[in-house]
């Protein structure tokens, strides 16, 4: 699920799905964000594909359940551990879930969608590779740029 989170996160949110996945890399306003309807949209996936699966098709199952145990990894990780949407309050201060969290937030260290890093979210590259390559995409200076006109 990982590889698929990847790859989707970086060509279809970063990409033609951006008009939902914007509202995550801006300042939230509210409780809820329109990149959440990415949420809604794989759990309905989840559970078509269980649907199926109990019905015969029983592959679809396992795909279907596993769907949703990496969504509520993500859910604790992500929207708990990183974003503080609700539960955790301080950042981790070793070993894997603080690589997670620092990878998460190189992620963000740049505003738009070009130019970012580490697109998947349960496993993370080494920081300082993260950090290299940020500084290989902006000339040196990592920080924060203009999203380029469409």
């Not at 309807?37 to 019905?55: C, S």
């Not at 969608?113 to 290299?132: I, M, N, Q, T, Y």
Request: hydrophobic share 40%.
């Amino acid at each position: 699920m990982e590889v698929f989170s990847a790859l989707v996160h970086r060509h279809v949110m970063h990409g033609w799905g951006w008009g939902w996945h914007r509202s995550h890399h801006e300042p939230r306003t509210g409780r809820f964000e329109r990149n959440d309807l990415y949420a809604v949209v794989f759990a309905a996936i989840a559970i078509v594909l269980i649907y199926l699966g109990t019905r015969g098709w029983h592959p679809l199952e396992w795909v279907g359940a596993g769907m949703t145990g990496y969504g509520m990894l993500y859910f604790i990780a992500h929207d708990g551990l990183v974003h503080r949407r609700w539960l955790f309050r301080n950042a981790p201060r070793r070993g894997y879930l603080k690589r997670l969290y620092q990878a998460h937030r190189m992620h963000h260290a740049v505003k738009g969608r070009e130019g970012c890093v580490s697109f998947g979210f349960l496993w993370a590259p080494p920081v300082d590779r993260l950090k290299r390559e940020l500084q290989r995409l902006h000339g040196g200076r990592v920080g924060r740029t203009r999203e380029p006109r469409s």
